[in-house]
């Protein structure tokens, strides 16, 4: 597994974030799947700056950045920061967004979708509203695992329903850490597969959670909304987040202007790297 060769990202904090849109995270699978059934399974990261400040101190969660077909920005400040160190194509994807964008473009492609993830119920619920919401769309399968790990039994019974189901594209919600680095585990057992860490996209786009207004999403400030509705669950994880992101941003950025530009850097490979 290896980040696709076909576009450009840069690091910050040691994490790799993929310079790419909607539509280059579309043509990304679509090459993959493209490929066949026999190409290693693959995965997908939604990056923000609290996954990025948890990657400082959890070298395996930073290792799977590394393993993923693409590491898209998640949150706005990632693209703003990507823009600045000059890689024009760099743009939001919000794993949110994503979900219906991927379903409706591969509709016409039969790609098979297999939702795994949320409560109890969560996945159907989102299948079913998927259905609804893009005709003809292929659901290979639903599944809530136990929120506990799974045993080596129960993992491989896993990955066997998933190959059985013929799914492509394998949607995953169970939130940062958790979901990247079961990924990381599991993918390499479900070749023909690419894996989506879309989190809380399950709760969102089946209405149980809303999103941010428009305008704080433009402002970069889906995180202040998120803060409002759960101020006691989420006040200690902002609290630390936003100024450690801030300082890992400002030491990259120093570092970028002192380094010299690599040839070709604005069209392909990554840039802008620093130590983790």
């Keep these: 597994m290896a980040h696709d060769p076909l576009v450009p990202s840069f690091e910050i904090g040691g994490v790799p974030v993929s310079a790419t849109d909607m539509a280059g995270l579309i043509a990304a699978l679509d090459r993959r799947l493209s490929a066949g059934p026999a190409q290693p399974g693959t995965f997908v990261v939604f990056r923000d700056a609290h996954g990025v400040v948890r990657a400082q101190t959890d070298a395996t969660l930073r290792a799977a950045h590394h393993e993923a077909l693409l590491v898209c920005a998640d949150g706005r400040p990632l693209s703003w920061i990507g823009r600045w160190r000059g890689l024009a194509s760099m743009q939001q994807v919000p794993g949110i967004e994503s979900v219906e964008a991927v379903c409706r ?3 016409a492609l039969g790609w098979r979708h297999y939702f795994l993830g949320g409560a109890d119920g969560v996945a159907d619920l989102l299948a079913t509203t998927m259905r609804a919401r ?6 290979a399968g639903v599944e809530t695992p136990p929120f506990r790990p799974l045993d080596a039994a129960e993992s491989e019974a896993m990955r066997a329903r998933i190959r059985a189901s013929g799914a ?3 949607w995953i919600g169970l939130g940062t850490p958790k979901q990247e680095l079961f990924m990381a585990a599991h993918a390499p057992h479900l070749p023909g597969t690419v894996a989506m860490g879309v989190g809380a996209a399950f709760d969102v786009a089946t209405g149980r959670i809303p999103r941010a207004p428009k305008l704080l999403q433009v402002a970069g400030l889906e995180w202040a ?3 409002g509705r759960e101020p006691r669950r989420l006040w200690r994880r902002y609290l630390d987040t936003i100024p450690r992101f801030l300082l890992i941003a400002a030491r990259d950025a120093l570092n970028a202007r002192k380094a010299p ?3 070709g850097s604005g069209a392909s490979g990554r840039t802008g790297s620093s130590a983790a």
């Design 261 to 263: 530009r690599p040839a």
């Design 225 to 227: 909304y998120r803060l």
């Design 168 to 170: 492509q594209i394998v």
């Design 105 to 107: 473009a591969g509709a």
């Design 134 to 139: 893009v005709p003809g769309l292929a659901v």
